[in-house]
């Protein structure tokens, strides 16, 4: 049963314009999103997390909005750059026993065409 | 960059035969975690700990078993690897009390013929 899912495995977009990255999630107790970069060959980079507290936070190009209602959160990349070509994955923070549990989603391939 | 490596990089062993991956910490986190990464299933939990000796399952744990014997050190052990257990494994480590974000290694990719 997936808890946090990510509908689109791949997006192409042209340099410059913005990426749009999409996240779907089940659980209500989640405490906080992140988003993680990855490169082939290389381990996931931490980009950008948020509270379930808050529903935006900024951090230069990248902005993650988290709608709580709809179990939903994005994270837009502006403007595009090609070494944002990567796979992005999309996690939740579960605090679960007393212990914290990353669930990650099955991740959405961006292409970002020069 | 977090100090975490893992070892060895590359594995390819046999059907049935038990093999043991290694993650190694220099950041004294309290929480360690074993993800395999597969196309089209992200990246899937296996087991973490919360402490030396404490550990607990992910949602991928059949035919894994784990063990921390001191803060820096996170094994996994295929007890008997099978070819569904071709995978690349990432360890990664975090402190909640330090920062949400998890860091991870560089991966293992592990072949089983």
């Known amino acids: 049963d997936q808890q946090v899912k990510q509908n689109s495995p791949s997006l192409s977009v042209q340099e410059g314009r913005i990426s749009i990255l999409n996240c779907d999630y089940t659980?209500?107790?989640?405490?906080?999103f992140l988003w993680y970069k990855k490169y082939p060959a290389e381990g996931p980079t931490f980009l950008i997390s948020i509270s379930s507290i808050k529903d935006k936070n900024e951090d230069g190009r990248f902005t993650v909005f988290l709608n709580k209602s709809a179990k939903h959160l994005s994270l837009h990349i502006v403007p595009s750059q090609p070494g944002d070509s990567a796979v992005y994955f999309c996690?939740?923070?579960?605090?679960?026993?007393?212990?914290?549990?990353?669930?990650f989603g099955t991740g959405t391939r961006l292409k970002v065409l020069a | 960059d977090a100090g975490i490596t893992q070892s060895p990089r590359h594995k390819v062993t046999e059907t049935g035969t038990p093999v043991t991956l290694r993650c190694h910490q220099t950041?004294?986190?309290?929480?360690m975690y074993w993800y395999r990464q597969d196309p089209g299933h992200g990246l899937r939990l296996i087991h973490y700990s919360y402490g030396v000796k404490d550990t607990d399952k992910g949602e991928v744990s059949d035919g894994y078993s784990v063990s921390r014997s001191k803060t820096e050190d996170f094994l996994l052990t295929l007890e008997s690897a099978t070819s569904s257990q071709t995978s690349v494994y990432f360890c990664a480590i975090s402190d909640v009390t330090r920062g949400t974000e998890a860091f991870f290694g560089q991966g293992t990719r592990l072949t089983v013929v």
């Open positions: 950041e004294n986190h309290r929480y």
């Open positions: 659980n209500s107790m989640f405490d906080y």
């Open positions: 996690a939740a923070i579960l605090l679960t026993s007393g212990t914290y549990k990353y669930i």
